[in-house]
Nanobody, 119 residues
Framework: QVPLVESGGGLVQPGGSLRLSCAAS????????MGWYRQAPGKQRELVAG???????NYADSVKGRFTISRDNAKNTVYLQMNSLKPEDTAVYYC?????????????WGQGTQVTVSS
């Protein structure tokens, strides 16, 4: 069973919007810090946005003011609202669930969803 499943990617014109969703199963969602990462061709995977268990958020400088991360613990889902999209936002977007405990760290990844920004 895949713990994280992303959806919502696609092709959008510059200036457009998309909302990505990541549904979790098989994990205690509320115990995890959630994040969205992306990887463009030929580049390393980078953190786009993160949200803590209490709802604090952080963003990469390149997306501040354009992207918003949120979570719904009742639905075991994290979202990434992406506005004013640019061609440089084109990448595969991955959802991550991270938890640190006294016995170790746990990371789960989704399979990724393609976002293409092009006219």
């Amino acid at each position: 069973q895949v713990p994280l499943v992303e959806s919502g990617g696609g092709l959008v014109q510059p200036g457009g919007s998309l909302r990505l969703s990541c549904a979790a199963s098989g994990i205690i969602f509320s115990m995890y810090v959630m994040g969205w990462y992306r990887q463009a061709p030929g580049k390393q995977r980078e953190l786009v946005a993160g949200i803590t268990r209490s709802g604090s958020t952080n963003y990469a400088d390149s997306v501040k003011g354009r992207f918003t991360i949120s979570r719904d613990n009742a639905k075991n889902t994290v979202y990434l609202q992406m506005n004013s999209l640019k061609p440089e936002d084109t990448a595969v977007y991955y959802c991550n669930a991270h938890r640190s405990t006294v016995v170790g760290q746990y990371d789960h990844w989704g399979q990724g969803t393609q976002v293409t920004v092009s006219s």
